[in-house]
T-cell receptor, first 111, second 113 residues
Framework: GQQVMQIPQYQHVQEGEDFTTYCNSS?????IQWYKQRPGGHPVFLIQ?????EVKKQKRLTFQFGEAKKNSSLHITATQTTDVGTYFC???????????FGRGTSLIVHP | DSGVTQTPKHLITATGQRVTLRCSPR?????VYWYQQSLDQGLQFLIQ???????AKGNILERFSAQQFPDLHSELNLSSLELGDSALYFC????????????FGAGTRLSVL
């Protein structure tokens, strides 16, 4: 079945440093979504990518979808303590309704 | 506030018992998803309902069942509970299918003692 691997599992950074999490699928994806879950909270939708090579930005966050539509990344520039949380990617395939979530990357920002 | 309501927030029960978790989707959303989140397994998709019918099934145990009612609220029933069922259970809703944005509820934390 479809697998979505996300790395790293944890990332500690000093405030102001950059952060990147990567999402890799064993199969070609039709779309990928990114969610953020704050400690003690619930996942909150950030963005969806559907086109090969697509790049989208939200302030300090940059999301990319690979040319082959099998990988994606989320990059945060100059992290802040408010960026703390777990970032999940979720991939879908054309023939399946089942969303496959990565295990998530927990970002810890040290002031 | 996502607009998705889950009750109860916390549930403490004993092994072998049965519990029901409830979810009210956002107004207008037809799809409801159930997820289980535990420390060692991440966010696991359990089941999806669309407008009252089961659409997709993930890693849902046979001891678990769900349904979506005509008013679109959904219930997740967990029976013969085991210690390993202790987890956070999230409900999410979307307007139609998975490719739509999913809005998550605050979750129900289940503790099986």
């Amino acid at each position: 079945g479809q697998q979505v691997m996300q790395i790293p599992q944890y990332q500690h950074v000093q405030e102001g440093e950059d952060f990147t999490t990567y999402c890799n699928s064993s199969t070609t994806l039709s779309n990928i979504q990114w969610y953020k879950q704050r400690p003690g909270g619930h996942p909150v939708f950030l963005i969806q990518l559907v086109k090969s090579g697509e790049v989208k930005k939200q302030k300090r966050l940059t999301f990319q979808f690979g040319e082959a539509k099998k990988n994606s990344s989320l990059h945060i520039t100059a992290t802040q303590t408010t960026d703390v949380g777990t970032y999940f990617c979720a991939g879908g395939t054309g023939g399946s309704y089942i969303p496959t979530f990565g295990r998530g990357t927990s970002l810890i920002v040290h002031p | 506030d996502s607009g998705v309501t889950q009750t109860p927030k916390h549930l403490i029960t004993a092994t072998g018992q049965r519990v029901t978790l409830r979810c009210s989707p956002r107004s207008g959303d037809l799809s409801v998803y159930w997820y289980q989140q535990s420390l060692d397994q991440g966010l696991q998709f359990l089941i999806q309902y669309y407008n009252g019918e089961e659409r997709a099934k993930g890693n849902i145990l046979e001891r678990f069942s769900a349904q979506q009612f005509p008013d679109l609220h959904s219930e997740l029933n967990l029976s013969s509970l085991e210690l390993g069922d202790s987890a956070l259970y999230f409900c999410a809703s979307s307007s139609a299918g998975f490719r739509d944005i999913q809005y998550f509820g605050a979750g129900t934390r289940l503790s099986v003692l």
